[in-house]
């Protein structure tokens, strides 16, 4: 037979009815029987009380003796009152047991028993406080109504203890706390939030110390559907950003920013927002100590910078940290590693200096790069603005230590030439038009540059071999994008003769297309260089130099340029018309016979006429009035009346020489006047040389013409055998 002594039967009977009357009688008479043992210094009676409580009620397979066990152990604290810190292990682990108890009401009863042994032993509970929290964690989320709120009344009771206890182990609990973020249940979360409140609200508790440990899962906790959780959670986190910024000298901004990176890519808006709007004050507070973790940065908040109306609030703020983020890279990050500086200013809003920022600043580079060179392929034309906005000013700032990564960014930049958004290749042209012309390229050569086409061009003076290199690739994806040629060739070349210098652009690209093997799309590529050249405003100054040829240089020039124009006949004798070589446009137009007059040809002639009318040949017209010394262009434009069919343009130009006046007839004018063959420096330039040349290309286009016409013919031929 069970020994149950101290205990009488009828204590026994009771504490194992199914009523709470009967057991609450037995209660009593425990607290009575406790207080004579301690009256009496009874320790030995009082443990096995304690011992014959725990083991045949309270872990007894009976629910009601489960009950009477648990209400005997309060009874018992109760009854000890200070002297219960003594038995409070032996007291508190059964009770804690019945908190997963299947049956709702031992669940309650358990929270009811524990409410009174804590109230009675107060500070000695702490000992035992994450089985106590592990335990309240899980009845926080109990579907029973009753148990959830006596969970809450102990919690309170909790709270209290730990807020006036000075030996709580904060450090010991962490891991529990952490570990517990990441439910998902509304009202565990709830629970979680409130502890953590509560714990920052203690004057002796530094809980920044340990918010890396738990921000993630509170801003996991801040997505809840809940919106009372949600406040109480976003309230928490706002009291957390005001301590950061009163105090930030032991805030660990290191282990935390990678956490709101992450976060700043949230699906949910308030935990977008919130998370970006630490990212801006930790910029703010810890300034250049947040550069090694620039590539991070850019990674949360370049996708940021496109959103729509409807996340205006994101949108800016994360525009403001990517403006911040620039403004900490100064013109000292290009120096070299060794002589990396010491941060020892705070931020602009900070008087007292950061502990954090007595460190060496190295700004990591090729991760920036790498986000960078990944985001310029986004989505979104925005963010493709704000990555080529960030090359550039990388360029400005860091000019030799970006450059080390220049091969990586290089084909990415070329590629975005076919961007549809027309801000988009405005923006990657001024990059590389900066990468071009920067000192810093000086001497940077790849394998790739050591290339025979690229090494054909000349070095042109302020320019680094990548200059050459951007114009190879240029003309590279022209040649194999007719679309962007046709679309966007004029826009690209006629950018770049306002960032570069249009005379080293024209320069290059005419000779790079000497070295053109495919010959169709060198003529199509010297009939757009031709049109820019003759009517874009951007090359004035260009024009008025080749119009003039008043020195070697622009003679120079001339005979760069004629050696491409070769590929186009009609631009040939543009370019003549332009310098004012009329006797060579002559010459050229007696060759025009042999050549295969196509409507694409008529076309280009058609066009050049109506050039002719045009403001831009104003000066050739006005010669034409005197015709002494100008006989070469009147017998020029006659060539092309000649090869005009009877046409609008053949109209146009025709009366224009009608009205040539009969030099014979005009009254003779006193000022000195020349013909313009006469320029001195023309005679550096070899007409004969050059009109052979033209022969050679030509024949050069002829015979390529004939495959592709033999090709033709044999499926005209094919087609008529399969009909």
Not at 464 to 487: A, G
Not at 594 to 599: A, G, N, P, R, S
Request: aromatic share 8%.
């Amino acid at each position: 037979m069970t020994d149950f002594a101290p205990l009488n039967a009828a204590c026994v009977r009771a504490l194992n009815d199914k009523l709470y009357d009967k057991r609450k009688v037995a209660a009593l008479e425990i607290e009575r029987m406790v207080k004579e043992f301690v009256a009496s210094n009874d320790t030995e009676m009082i443990k096995k009380l304690v011992s014959v409580l725990t083991v045949e009620f309270a872990m007894s397979h009976n629910p009601n003796s489960r009950k009477g066990g648990l209400i005997g152990l309060a009874a018992t604290a109760i009854a000890l009152g200070k002297e219960s810190s003594t038995y409070i292990a032996e007291m508190i682990r059964p009770v804690l047991a019945c908190f997963s108890d299947p049956d709702s009401r031992v669940r309650y009863y358990a929270c009811e028993a524990l409410y009174n042994i804590v109230k009675v032993a107060r500070g000695s509970v702490l000992a035992f406080f994450n089985e106590v929290f592990d335990g309240l964690s899980k009845l926080a989320a109990d579907p029973d109504v009753n148990v959830k709120n006596g969970s809450e009344l102990l919690d309170r009771l909790m709270k209290d203890i730990v807020t006036e206890s000075q030996s709580f182990d904060l450090v010991s609990f962490m891991p529990l706390i952490r570990e517990r973020i990441y439910t998902t249940h509304s009202f565990a979360r709830q629970f979680i939030v409130s502890w953590v409140v509560v714990l920052d609200s203690v004057p002796h508790i530094d809980m920044l110390v340990f918010l890396p440990e738990i921000l993630d899962g509170m801003l996991h906790i801040l997505g809840d559907q809940s919106k009372e959780i949600r406040k109480m959670c976003e309230s928490a986190l706002e009291e957390f950003l005001r301590e950061i910024k009163k105090c930030p000298h032991n805030v660990k901004f290191e282990e935390m920013v990678n956490i709101l990176n992450i976060q700043c890519q949230s699906q949910d808006e308030l935990i977008q927002f919130t998370a970006i709007t630490w990212l801006k004050e930790f910029l703010t507070i810890a300034g250049r100590t947040m550069l090694p973790f620039a590539s991070g940065l850019l990674t949360a908040i370049l996708p940021c910078v496109a959103y729509e109306d409807n996340k205006k609030n994101i949108r800016e703020v994360a525009n403001s940290v990517n403006q911040h983020l620039k403004r900490l890279i100064t013109l000292e990050d290009d120096k070299d590693d060794d002589d990396s500086e010491i941060v020892t200013q705070s931020t602009e809003k900070s008087e007292t200096v950061h502990p954090h920022q007595h460190q060496h600043v190295k700004l990591q580079l090729a991760p920036m790069v790498d986000v960078l060179t990944r985001h310029l392929l986004h989505n979104s034309m925005q963010t493709r603005m704000s990555v080529l906005k960030w090359i550039y000013h990388l360029h400005i700032k860091i000019p030799n230590k970006i450059f080390h990564h220049v091969e990586e960014l290089f084909p990415v930049l070329l590629k975005t030439l076919s961007d549809p958004s027309d801000e988009v290749v405005l923006l990657d042209l001024e990059v590389l038009a900066e990468i071009a012309s920067s000192p810093a390229g000086q001497g940077e050569i790849s394998n790739e540059m050591t290339d025979i086409t690229m090494l054909s061009a000349t070095p042109v003076p302020g320019m680094n071999l990548y200059f050459i290199k951007f114009m190879v690739n240029l003309m590279k994806l022209f040649s194999t994008d007719k679309q962007l040629l046709e679309d966007r060739g004029s826009f690209i070349i006629r950018q770049l003769c306002l960032l570069l210098n249009s005379e080293d652009i024209y320069r290059a690209l005419s000779e790079i297309l000497t070295h053109e093997e495919e010959l169709k799309f060198a003529s199509s590529m010297v009939q757009t260089l031709n049109s820019i050249l003759i009517t874009s405003t951007e090359l004035f100054d260009l024009r008025n130099q080749l119009k003039d040829l008043k020195t070697e240089d622009s003679c120079a020039l001339f005979s760069c340029l004629y050696k491409s124009w070769c590929h186009n006949p009609v631009a040939t004798v543009s370019l003549c018309f332009l310098t004012q070589n009329y006797k060579h446009a002559c010459d050229l137009l007696h060759l025009f016979g042999d050549l295969e007059v196509t409507v694409d040809f008529l076309t280009e002639i058609d066009k050049l006429v109506q050039l002719i009318e045009s403001p831009i040949f104003t000066y050739l017209r006005l010669q034409l009035l005197d015709v002494e010394h100008n006989q070469y262009l009147v017998k020029s434009l006659y060539g092309l009346l000649m090869l005009l069919p009877q046409s609008s343009s053949f109209s146009t130009l025709r009366h224009r020489l009608d009205c040539v006046p009969n030099y014979q007839l005009l009254p003779k004018d006193d000022r000195p006047t020349s013909s313009p063959e006469d320029r001195p420096h023309l005679k550096t330039i070899n007409f004969e040389e050059l009109l052979e040349h033209f022969k050679k290309v030509q024949l050069e286009h002829t015979k390529a013409k004939r495959p592709r016409a033999r090709n033709m013919e044999e499926v005209q031929a094919v087609r008529k055998l399969d009909f």
